[in-house]
Nanobody
Framework: QVQLVESGGGFVQAGGSLRLSCTAS????????MGWFRQAPGKEREFVAT????????YYADSVKGRFTISRDNAKNTVYLQMNSLKPEDTAVYYC???????????????????WGQGTQVTVSS
């Protein structure tokens, strides 16, 4: 079992930046593929970005490609999401997730993640 705690959300004007952090409990963080998802009011939770165990592979949703960067520091049990050039449509609750399977490199599907954080609100004003 692993617990994930997100932080770094807040209120920002369009064009601004935020960096989200997600810190995991336990000593096996480096064995998890990590992902970020988001959920806007009235919408389903959607994939944002994912990163492999070593950090060498990443994959992004088209809507954030070129603006968001996912990274991880396995020594700190933390995955990050740097969000630049934010738009009002980026407003959502952002969740980090962990996939414990050893057979995957990056994971896009929401249903394949085993653990989830409680989420952090990001609000982008126009």
């Amino acid at each position: 079992q692993v617990q994930l705690v997100e932080s770094g959300g807040g209120f920002v004007q369009a064009g601004g930046s935020l960096r989200l952090s997600c810190t995991a409990s336990g000593r096996t963080f480096s064995s998890y593929v990590m992902g970020w998802f988001r959920q806007a009011p009235g919408k389903e939770r959607e994939f944002v970005a994912t990163i492999s165990r070593s950090g060498g592979n990443t994959y992004y949703a088209d809507s954030v490609k070129g603006r968001f960067t996912i990274s991880r520091d396995n020594a700190k049990n933390t995955v990050y999401l740097q969000m630049n050039s934010l738009k009002p449509e980026d407003t959502a609750v952002y969740y980090c997730a962990a996939d414990k399977r050893q057979s995957t490199v990056v994971v896009v599907s929401r249903g394949e993640y085993d653990y989830w954080g409680q989420g952090t609100q990001v609000t982008v004003s126009s």
